[in-house]
């Protein structure tokens, strides 16, 4: 079978690459899955550089996350052969992946291949962090660098529980398309000063909470734009340049930052809250009342091309490996 790996820590473009490899054969609670698509996230191109929470055990095989079909199943395992099913696994780029059967979603059959790949990292970080937020309908959540797929999942869903939003962009050229998706107003951080122009929105209340992702000067300002009591929660560092943090603001504002992984978020709650997180996203996406564009798809041949792709600035869709 093939699969995409890498030897070395390094730009993906570079290092990853696709071997063959003996096929698999699960154990007592594992599943053999024959992998139908898998995304591109940040967390990928961010573990294939060694900048993520977990580290890699070279060789490493790539890829987070995936939607396919159980070929094979263990012993101790309920679900049949057959079953269409959302998966976590370290190695989701490949033709086939071995994985627990605890990680897996059943796919409900009117959610297409494309947005059942996309199932668990971006929706459940997004639904999870509005959650963790603390904002309530009629206040003010803002969005750092909100024209991302996980961005655009945030807009619409604080639009259907009344959660009024800001969101910062570097180009223009999305503007149209955020505030379809529900976005109340739009701030490009590189034509305007960001904390005035959210006092002037908030009558000078500040936002309740902000989803931050971007770190260095972004985030700085970010800081300045949160009201009495305000929650910035910390999901990614694109700029993997560490902001400046005023401490005195923190103080008198009683500011709280904090980091926000899912990984750890799904450990650390209790298991009502994640079966209602886990039912609201399969709802939102399986319905279509939350959109997941898809701009390009890509074979694992392709994989160099489809990680620059990835990366590239000013994309409108989410990037898709097909085996």
């Not at 890829?63 to 099913?85: D, H, M, P, W, Y």
């Not at 709280?256 to 990984?263: H, P, Y």
């Amino acid at each position: 079978m093939k699969r995409v790996v890498f030897q070395h820590f390094g730009k993906p473009a570079d290092i990853l690459h696709v071997e063959e490899v003996q096929p698999l054969t699960p154990g007592p609670d594992e599943v053999l899955i024959r992998v139908l698509a898998s995304p591109i996230n940040p967390s990928d191109i961010m573990f294939v550089q060694n900048l993520y929470g977990i580290r890699p055990q070279l060789p490493s095989g790539a890829g987070f996350e995936g939607v396919g079909v159980i070929e094979q199943a263990g012993t101790n395992v309920k679900l049949s052969t057959g079953t269409r099913v959302s998966f976590t696994a370290i190695g989701a780029w490949s033709e086939y992946v071995l994985t627990n059967y605890r990680t897996l979603i059943p796919v409900p059959e009117a959610m297409s291949d494309e947005v059942a790949a996309q199932l668990f990292v971006n929706p459940f970080t997004a639904v999870a962090m509005v959650e963790e937020s603390g904002v309530k309908a009629g206040e003010w959540l803002m969005i750092t660098a909100c024209a991302s797929a996980l961005g655009k999942m945030v807009i619409q869903i604080c639009k259907m529980r009344g959660i009024k939003t800001i969101g910062t962009v570097r180009r223009n050229n999305l503007n149209e398309e955020l505030k379809a998706l529900g976005l109340d107003q739009i701030i490009n951080t590189e034509e305007e000063n960001v904390p005035k122009k959210v006092q002037q929105i908030t009558n000078h209340e500040g936002v309740r909470a902000v989803l931050e992702c971007v770190g260095g000067h972004t985030a700085s300002e970010a800081l300045k734009c949160m009201g009495r009591g305000g929650v910035m929660l910390v999901y990614g560092l694109m700029s993997l340049q560490d902001p400046s943090i005023n401490f005195g603001l923190m103080i008198f504002r009683e500011l709280v930052v904090k980091g926000f992984w899912l990984t750890d978020w799904m450990k650390r709650t209790d298991a009502t809250t994640r079966h209602r997180v886990a039912g609201e996203v399969i709802e939102l996406l399986a319905t279509g009342k939350v959109q997941m564009p898809i701009e390009a798809t890509y074979s694992l041949d392709e994989v160099a091309k489809a990680v620059t792709h990835a990366e590239a600035h000013g994309r409108w869709g989410k990037v898709l490996i097909k085996p």
